[in-house]
């Protein structure tokens, strides 16, 4: 089955520092990956559409400039926290889309990344 | 707007069969998903219907009403392990984009 690999899947930093978290499709392509957040005991909240080749389309309330997106390949998305604050702490997951595939194809998530920002 | 209403929480014996609905309201309409997701756990794909239905997986079966704009995941013969949310995401665009509702907590008994 199709595989997304997100890592870290938890991380501790300090404020003002950044973080790097890496969403990749171990054995399949994916033009479009998504990367959502998620606060506890609630939905997951889409932060922006990463688009191989081409600038992530962010959602309404979303700083571009703090959630650098970049999706230079096909299998690979990265999403960048920079300057952190503790009210960044939260669960960040990926997910990708099976290029090409059906128009039910499943989003396929990676594991999650625990983001506690000190 | 847009949005999906399903229940907060659900709780129901082991071995019993639990019904979890979902009424949505989008714009644009292709199909109606389910995912799992156990606590800190991210979610896993249970089912899509694009059409009107039943579709059975095992243990589990999904139903869709496009013109009443609802469906709901049928869980079987519930073990302990299906203790998780459940959520409920519509396909409101080509692009994969999806829609979710705020996610049933299932909590089973034994």
């Known amino acids: 089955g199709a595989v997304v690999s997100q890592h870290p899947s938890r991380v501790i930093c300090k404020s003002g520092t950044s973080v790097k978290i890496e969403c990749r499709s171990l054995?399949?392509?994916?033009?479009?990956m998504f990367w959502y957040r998620q606060f506890p005991k609630q939905s997951l909240m889409l932060m922006a559409t990463?688009?191989?080749?081409?600038?992530?389309?962010?959602e309404q309330g979303v700083e571009k400039d703090k959630f650098l997106i970049n999706h230079a390949s096909l299998t690979l998305s990265t999403l960048t926290v920079t300057s952190a604050h503790p009210e960044d702490s939260s669960f960040y997951i990926c997910?990708?889309?099976?290029?090409?595939?059906?128009?039910?194809?499943?989003?396929?998530f990676g594991n999650g990344t625990r983001l506690t920002v000190t | 707007g847009q949005s999906l209403e399903q229940p907060s929480e659900v709780t129901a014996v082991e071995g019993a069969i639990v019904q979890i609905n979902c009424t949505y309201q989008?714009?644009?309409?292709?199909?109606l998903s389910w995912y799992q997701q156990h606590d800190g756990g991210a979610p896993t794909f249970l089912s899509y219907?694009?059409l009107d239905g039943l579709e059975e997986t095992g243990r589990f079966s999904s139903f869709l009403s496009r013109s009443d704009s609802y469906g709901y995941l049928l869980l079987q013969e519930l073990q302990m392990k299906d203790s998780a949310s459940y959520f409920c995401?519509?396909?409101?665009?080509?692009?994969?984009?999806?829609?979710w509702g705020a996610g049933t907590k299932l909590i089973i008994k034994p």
């Open positions: 997910s990708a889309s099976r290029a090409g595939g059906p128009n039910n194809s499943p989003l396929h």
């Open positions: 054995d399949f392509q994916a033009t479009t």
């Open positions: 990463s688009n191989e080749g081409s600038k992530a389309t962010y």
């Open positions: 989008t714009s644009g309409f292709y199909g």
């Open positions: 219907n694009a």
């Open positions: 995401a519509a396909k409101w665009d080509s692009n994969y984009q999806l829609i």
